[in-house]
């Protein structure tokens, strides 16, 4: 019988910025998305197709490089 030995990485910590968010307007949903992956200005939640809100959430920093981003 052998022995497996994994040496795991260390976590790197990950900064958290507060990040403008979409958050799902049905209680019963917690779907969200980062405002800056959205495509469009009024977003509805892919989840339960409701309505969405801006709010605010502490969130890994992630850049968007997609050259889709600029909304109209």
Known sequence: MQM????KRPIEDIPQVLTE?????DE?????????FSFS??????????QMF???RMVAAVVNTSPNQIKQ
Do not use: F, L, T
């Open 4 to 7: 497996y030995y994994s040496r």
């Open 28 to 36: 019963n949903c917690k779907g969200w998305m980062r405002d800056n």
């Open 54 to 56: 801006k709010n605010e």
């Open 41 to 50: 200005i009024a977003p509805v939640c892919a989840q339960c197709q409701s």
């Open 21 to 25: 968010i979409w958050s799902c307007a």
